[in-house]
């Protein structure tokens, strides 16, 4: 969808303000741009003629019907101008705007965002009129419609999520998301709202068990969607215990997922945290060889996986040692050190 409008897509019958009748008594105000203005625009006669009347219509505070219609053809020419978009909701305000009057004003602002679905100025004046109607029945059709056409149009997801929040429009949505995780399970957007959905109407043990179930599912239809591990860690957070050892079908899922070849530097990075987090336990009976699987990942991380983020991972594998030998082990083998001597009284991970 296109952002960008022009004198072509004014009506073939359109007739210059200057030579309206019904006009004659404004006088039109032109740009001033100073006296050495260091680039001069060159705008359009058309453009010059609407909006020097605009400037008029402004400088005399007039809100009439006709200034009304002439910022509709003011925002042909320039849609994104969020100057005639407010003066345009002060001309409703001012004529006492009936529901009717701002439906139609929804229809009207749905052919614009048809056509310039990433304006901001556009989707904020619709979210004042559904303000000022308190009615957001056309809401969710308009932005699924827009979303359709572009996935991830950052616009349409915010009003969507501004008018589930506001009005309660909870109930379908997550069979909306669904629909467009199965058209483009890559879709961050689409993740993004359905764990906005399920933050609002709550996040219980049994939601978490079958949106990890949801998210695995998804995960092994492309290993490396960076969005739907996301989502995954996101889910185990809302748990009481963050800790993996309540849901051991997701520790099984990423080593079942390793073991099979797959080497997605999304499923290391859970695997790398998986191991830490059972190495630095204390009481973990096999710390040493979750330590040592800590350590070969993160050298498989900076010599294959993610090799771009090579010195993070070095960081990574740094902190862990020092973390690890502080826990009450000695030191273990690292990336830069393959001849490292552990403690006497500590055992040796081969890297």
């Known amino acids: 969808m296109g952002d960008s409008s022009s004198d072509d897509e004014l009506p073939e019958e359109w007739q210059m303000y ?8 404004v006088i039109p105000i032109e740009q001033d741009d ?3 203005p260091v680039v001069v625009i060159a705008y359009s006669e058309k453009f010059k003629d609407v909006y020097n009347y605009f400037r008029a219509i402004v400088a005399s505070g007039e809100k009439s019907k006709r200034a009304l219609e002439l910022t509709k053809d003011a925002l042909i020419l320039n849609p994104a101008n969020y100057t005639v978009w407010q003066y345009r909701r002060d001309i409703l305000k001012a004529l006492n705007a009936s529901a009717v009057d701002l439906d139609r004003e929804l229809d009207y602002v749905a052919e614009v965002i048809e056509s310039n679905g990433k304006n901001y100025q556009v989707w904020h004046h619709r979210r004042v009129i559904v303000e000022w109607l308190q009615d957001a029945s056309k809401e969710l059709d308009l932005t ?3 979303l359709m056409a572009d996935s991830k149009n950052y616009h349409a997801w915010q009003h969507r999520q501004w008018v589930i929040a506001t009005f309660g429009l909870y109930e379908n949505e997550l ?9 483009d399970v890559r879709n961050n957007s689409a993740w993004n709202q359905r764990f906005f959905v399920l933050k609002f109407t709550g996040i219980d043990t049994h939601v978490i068990s079958r949106e990890i179930l949801y998210a695995m599912n998804r995960i092994r239809l492309a290993t490396t969607n960076e969005s739907s591990w996301n989502f995954l860690r996101g889910i185990l ?7 993996l050892d309540q849901y051991p079908e997701v520790v099984a899922f990423c080593e079942e997922l390793f073991e099979t070849g797959s080497r997605s530097p999304h499923l290391l990075a859970f695997l790398i945290d998986l191991y830490t987090e059972k190495a630095l336990r204390p009481r973990e009976p096999s710390r040493d060889d979750h330590a040592k699987k800590v350590i070969d990942l993160c050298n498989m991380m900076i010599d294959e996986c ?8 070095k960081y990574v594998l740094d902190n862990f040692q020092s973390d690890f030998k502080l826990s009450g082990h000695g030191d273990h083998e690292n990336h830069d050190n393959k001849e490292a001597t552990p403690d006497s009284e500590n055992i040796t991970i081969d890297s």
């Open 18 to 25: 200057c030579e309206r009748p019904e006009w004659s008594d």
């Open 34 to 36: 100073g006296e050495n």
């Open 144 to 146: 699924a419609k827009i």
């Open 175 to 183: 069979n909306f998301v669904d629909r467009l995780l199965a058209d």
């Open 237 to 243: 957070r809302q748990a009481e215990d963050p800790t």
């Open 306 to 313: 993610d090799t771009i983020r090579c010195r993070y991972w």
